[in-house]
């Protein structure tokens, strides 16, 4: 399994949630709450499969439920690796 | 009721003035159908109309909204993005945290759409389907040597999309046309099949009349490719695809006495402007042409076939015509719904011999684009408007020998028609017919 680069994720993660939320990626801040940037429902169906297709990874829904900062996102894909990249 | 503004997407062009330029010159796209297609069923049929490289870009969709729309959403958006600015209708930001947008100085209350399709988000359900279907098998094939060609045949999407109920379903397209462009009076979808864009325009200029709105964002998309050829292979099981010894840019031939079937389109679409003729003056709108009437009766005969007399095409027509306060003698051109399959043929050109006058100019859409199903109507319309504008028609391709004498186009000619129709004849026994007149 590829290792990945913490700093390399953040950025993708931001980005994508920057994208999801048609928001600027500077208010995206790694110790930001998904709930507080507005990540409802559906952007969060939208996020996952972001970052599934970027990250070539299947997120199971006790993952997702983990996932409560952009950070813990970061954590999540850098503990668990990529499983190919698809972006 | 006017048509101010027009937007197409189709395989001859991807705007309105590179479309038309290609329909003067009598313009086609036939190739030879995808490969897998021939490999994965006994098809009598093998040629179809690409529409090419149709997709642009367009603030109106990201690349992750794109992602969860279905081709025939994403053809009906770039269709209304056109059509909307050659209408001198400016778009401006409503919410960005929604990349939603609305029409500067229009009351979205009262601007609604009306959409047609024939089979609405197939596309994307059939994606859906094989993810669920292979990805086992997938898993499977990947264990063992040697199966990378199996693999890579079989296009199993990487993942199912979670968005797949809301790209299938039919009014998926009209309804990313009111979300995106915060149209909020009524929207609807027409599903009449090949007839579904002439339907589509027909309402929405009820609608207008009826007061429901003051603008309506109207026509009919379609996407019928996929990896596999099913929709085409569905055609081609009942003979409706043009098929045999012909070359290939000849196989499409509407209304010839050696017409073999339809050309099979991608797809494609057309979206119009409507809005009330003073209404738009006043806002200093050119016109493309006017909508005068709308006609529609169903066959009640077969699902497939065509009620062989003809009895309810010809009274949709009269409907049409009186609704436009017209007679026939007033018609100066009819695009024609002009399939190529021998029975339709047959049957619509004795109604429109029995009942226009012998100078009635005929020609046929489908003889340049093949068979765009739900969207046929609403480009056909169009070419109608554009007809009346410039007064000059396009030609009527691979005609060589018709078999009913009617005034059929042959060359791009100079038609001098001040009122027009526009005919569409569904799988489903559906009959259409619009009234358009030339912009005063």
């Known amino acids: 399994m590829e290792t990945l680069d913490r700093e390399e994720v953040a950025i993708r993660v931001r980005e994508l949630l920057a994208e999801t939320l048609h928001r600027d990626v500077g208010e995206i801040g790694l110790d930001a709450r998904l709930e507080d940037l507005g990540v409802a429902s559906i952007d969060l169906i939208t996020l996952v499969f972001e970052l599934e297709d970027a990250f070539g990874r299947t997120l199971e829904d006790e993952d997702i439920a983990g996932l409560t900062t952009v950070g813990s996102v970061v954590d999540f894909l850098v503990a668990g690796g990529a499983g190919g990249a698809r972006d | ?440």
């Open chain 2, 1 to 440: 009721m006017a048509l101010t503004g027009a937007g197409v997407v189709s395989s001859l062009g991807t705007d309105v003035d590179g479309f038309w330029r290609r329909c003067l010159e009598g313009g086609t796209v036939v190739e030879e159908i995808p490969a897998a297609w021939a490999r994965h069923s006994p098809l009598r049929s093998r040629v179809w109309s690409p529409l090419g490289a149709w997709e642009r870009e367009t603030p109106l969709m990201t690349r992750i909204e794109k992602k969860q729309l279905d081709p025939a959403s994403r053809i009906g958006l770039l269709a209304a993005e056109e059509a909307l600015r050659r209408a001198g209708l400016t778009l401006e930001s409503a919410d960005p945290r929604r990349n939603a947008w609305r029409i500067a100085g229009v009351d979205g209350d009262r601007a609604g759409v009306f959409l047609g399709t024939g089979v609405g988000g197939l596309h994307s359900c059939l994606e859906s389907s094989r993810f669920i279907v292979l990805d086992q098998p997938r898993r499977a094939l990947q264990e063992l040597e040697g199966t990378g060609a199996v693999l890579a045949e079989l296009a199993i999407p990487r993942a199912f999309n979670p968005f797949s109920v809301a790209m299938t379903m039919p009014n998926a397209s009209a309804a990313a046309l009111s979300i995106k462009l915060g149209l909020s009076g009524p929207c609807r979808t027409f599903a009449g099949a090949c007839a579904s864009g002439t339907m589509a325009l027909g309402q929405a200029f009820r609608a207008l009349r009826q007061g429901e709105c003051d603008l309506a964002v109207a026509g009919g998309v379609e996407f019928l490719s996929d990896p596999f050829g099913c929709a085409f292979r569905g055609f081609d099981a009942v003979g409706a695809l043009a098929a045999g010894p012909l070359p290939p840019d000849q196989l499409n031939r509407p209304f010839d006495r050696e017409r073999c079937g339809f050309l099979f389109s991608e797809g494609g679409g057309a979206v119009l402007v409507l809005e009330d003729l003073e209404a738009a003056r006043r806002r200093g709108a050119d016109v493309l042409a006017e909508i005068l009437g709308y006609g529609e009766t169903a066959d009640a005969h077969h699902l497939m076939a065509m009620a062989p007399e003809g009895r309810q095409i010809r009274r949709a027509l009269d409907l049409c015509l009186a609704d436009a306060g017209l007679a026939p003698a007033d018609v100066g051109y009819v695009n024609a719904h002009g399939t190529g399959t021998p029975a339709n043929d047959d049957v619509e050109a004795r109604v429109l011999s029995e009942l226009f006058p012998r100078e009635t100019r005929v020609n046929s859409t489908k003889s340049l684009l093949g068979h765009t199903l739900g969207a046929s109507g609403a480009i056909e319309a169009l070419v109608t408007a554009l007809t009346l504008r410039d007064g000059v028609a396009h030609p009527s391709r691979n005609l060589s020998d018709p078999e009913v004498p009617l005034a059929f186009l042959r060359a791009a000619e100079p038609v001098a028609a001040r009122y027009a129709l526009s005919e569409s004849f569904a799988f489903g026994g559906q009959n259409a017919v619009l009234a358009l007149a030339a912009s005063r």
